[in-house]
Nanobody, 116 residues
Framework: QVQLVESGGGLVQPGGSLRLSCAAS????????MTWYRQAPGKERELVAT????????NYADSVKGRFTISRDNAKNTGYLQMSSLKPEDTAVYHC?????????WGQGTQVTVSS
């Protein structure tokens, strides 16, 4: 069964950190470009960070540059989003996406809430 499952979300205070995980099953994640998106209530979905399948090049939204890091562990078939210096405006549901020329897969999302 092909699945992407996110985990690691939760409630964190401003300035805190979280690491989101995106576990793939039924396919090899390293053969896909992986992207983290987020969507806050009443707002459009926003691309947060992406990592290519070949070479591992990364790209970030300006709003998270210097604070978030996208990575993958091929041995674990899992991708990550390390989030630091979190702000209330980072509050959203975070989804991971895996795409290649033929297929695209989405996870169900994990809630991140940044609040004191």
């Amino acid at each position: 069964q092909v699945q992407l499952v996110e985990s690691g979300g939760g409630l964190v205070q401003p300035g805190g950190s979280l690491r989101l995980s995106c576990a793939a099953s039924g396919f090899t994640l390293s053969n896909y470009a992986m992207t983290w998106y987020r969507q806050a209530p009443g707002k459009e979905r926003e691309l947060v960070a992406t990592i290519t399948s070949v070479g591992g090049s990364t790209n970030y939204a300006d709003s998270v540059k210097g604070r978030f890091t996208i990575s993958r562990d091929n041995a674990k078939n899992t991708g990550y989003l390390q989030m630091s210096s979190l702000k209330p405006e980072d509050t959203a549901v975070y989804h991971c996406n895996a795409v290649n020329r033929r297929y695209a897969y989405w996870g169900q999302g994990t809630q991140v809430t940044v609040s004191s």
